[in-house]
């Protein structure tokens, strides 16, 4: 056994350990949060080309402990990796949902719609479709309203899957956006087959394309192709007019990045809207 235990503090040293900890702490942190009410939820705003605001994108947010807020960079892949994803999703969906019913309740909002992330394992959990369902019926929210943002990785684990998945959903209201666009496989030929209505291209190459050829020959490409595929194109990350006036001459639809709005606390949303 102490051969054993010299063996494996040889191969599990104690930087490692460290992370070991760090990540059991947070794991801890999260199952709290979960129950403790320490998540809650920014709304970034999504304009259409005349600059008005179409929806938002519902981003979570942990304040930890100490009063800090912990971006989702930092913890929704170890919720990915030990399953927590799974409530936290859950908890994201009920809280825009909520938020969606009452936007819906004012004639000032009603036109407003909330994308919200689905993770991979998220949207592979069998009965993600009654779940979502739920959530809606729970908060009385307009599902054409909802939006299910999923990445590629997401849906091409198991295409038939995801297309019949997509397709109970669909058939509900519900939408759907194809995220982070470009950064993944991008293989074209399954697009066709998904009941997507957008995609976002993103933010990387919005940001690369004033200094990059490259990323703007890209940003070109995927205007045209959406477009061929009657695909509404949502540009992530769009931070200077330049940005803007590039994307709205090549017909982008939807806006959102700084330039509009920050991720901001629904109470901001009265003044955003009154701007
Ligand atoms: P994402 O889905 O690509 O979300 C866009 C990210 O870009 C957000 O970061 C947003 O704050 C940031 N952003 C928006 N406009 C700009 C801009 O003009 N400039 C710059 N530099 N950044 C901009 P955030 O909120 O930190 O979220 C990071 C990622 O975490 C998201 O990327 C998404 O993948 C994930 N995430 C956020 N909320 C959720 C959630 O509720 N569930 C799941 N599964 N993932 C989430
Ligand atoms: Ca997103
Ligand atoms: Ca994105
Ligand atoms: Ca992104």
Redesign the pocket.
Same mark, same amino acid.
Request: cysteine-free.
């Given at each position: 056994a102490k051969e054993d235990g010299r063996n494996a503090i040889r191969f599990f040293n104690p930087a490692m350990q460290a992370v070991v900890d760090a990540h059991t702490r947070m794991e801890i942190g999260l199952r709290a949060a979960l129950d403790n009410g320490g998540f809650h939820l *920014?709304y970034?705003p999504q304009v259409d080309r005349q600059g008005r605001p179409a929806g938002a @994108?519902? *981003? $979570?947010r942990w304040s930890g402990p100490d009063g800090t807020t912990i971006? +989702?960079?930092e913890f $929704?892949p170890l919720a990915e990796d030990t399953g927590l $994803?799974v409530q $936290? &999703?859950q908890w #994201?969906l009920d809280t825009a949902c909520a938020q969606l019913a009452r936007w819906q309740q004012s004639a000032a909002t009603r036109h407003l719609s909330i994308a #919200?992330? #689905?993770?991979a394992r998220?949207f592979r959990q069998a009965d993600f479709v009654s779940l979502v369902r739920s959530a809606i019926e729970r908060a009385g929210a307009d599902p054409s309203r909802l939006k299910l @943002?999923l990445t590629e990785s997401a849906i091409l684990d198991d295409l038939d899957q995801s297309v019949t998945r997509m397709n109970q959903l669909r058939k509900l209201g519900i939408q759907f956006a194809l995220?982070?666009f470009g950064t993944g496989y991008s293989s074209l030929s399954y697009l066709k087959r998904l009941p997507f209505a957008q995609l976002k291209i993103?933010?990387s190459f919005i940001h690369d394309m004033a200094e990059d050829e490259g990323s703007e020959a890209i940003v070109i490409a995927i205007l045209s192709m959406s477009h061929a595929l009657s695909l509404e194109v949502v540009a @992530? &990350? #769009? @931070?200077t007019p330049i940005q803007r006036e590039f994307l709205r001459l090549r017909g982008c639809e939807l806006f959102? &990045?700084? *330039?509009f709005g920050? +991720?901001l606390p629904i109470e901001e949303w009265q003044d955003f809207l009154a701007m």
């Open positions: *920014l970034q @994108e519902a *981003l $979570i971006s +989702p960079a $929704i $994803i $936290i &999703g #994201v #919200v992330n #689905v993770s998220q @943002e995220d982070d993103d933010r @992530e &990350g #769009v @931070e959102q &990045g700084y *330039l920050k +991720p």
